[in-house]
Nanobody, 122 residues
């Protein structure tokens, strides 16, 4: 199976920056899409952004221009650089990956990390 481990969360003041990392490990053939979601208290989980295996990115409107997603295919890693953070960015951030487990199947399986807390507060 596939495990995703996030790191880099924490407390930051408004206007500050944080960089989240997520590394995938386990047995698989190829990672298709990687990305980040977040969930604030009392709210549904929402998309932050995604990056595919051609490095094409997609962002939620609320983070465009402030957040940047990148990936390192050699390390099976995805990163989220968050700049100009706002209190409303406070949430648990979850990494996810859409994975092809075997070269003989086109099916994709989705895996999630355990989440990392990001708190933006003065």
């Amino acid at each position: 199976q596939v495990q995703l481990v996030e790191s880099g969360g924490g407390l930051v003041q408004p206007g500050g920056s944080l960089r989240l990392s997520c590394v995938a490990s386990g047995s698989f053939f190829r990672i298709n899409v990687m990305g980040w979601y977040r969930q604030a208290p009392g709210k549904e989980r929402e998309l932050v952004g995604t990056i595919n295996d051609s490095d094409t990115t997609n962002y939620a409107d609320v983070v465009k221009g402030r957040f940047t997603i990148s990936r390192d295919n050699a390390r099976n890693a995805v990163y989220l650089q968050m700049n100009s953070l706002k209190p409303e960015d406070t949430a648990v951030y979850y990494c996810y990956a859409s994975v092809r487990l075997s070269p003989i199947t086109i099916n994709l399986n989705t895996y999630w990390g355990q989440g990392t807390q990001v708190t933006v507060s003065s």
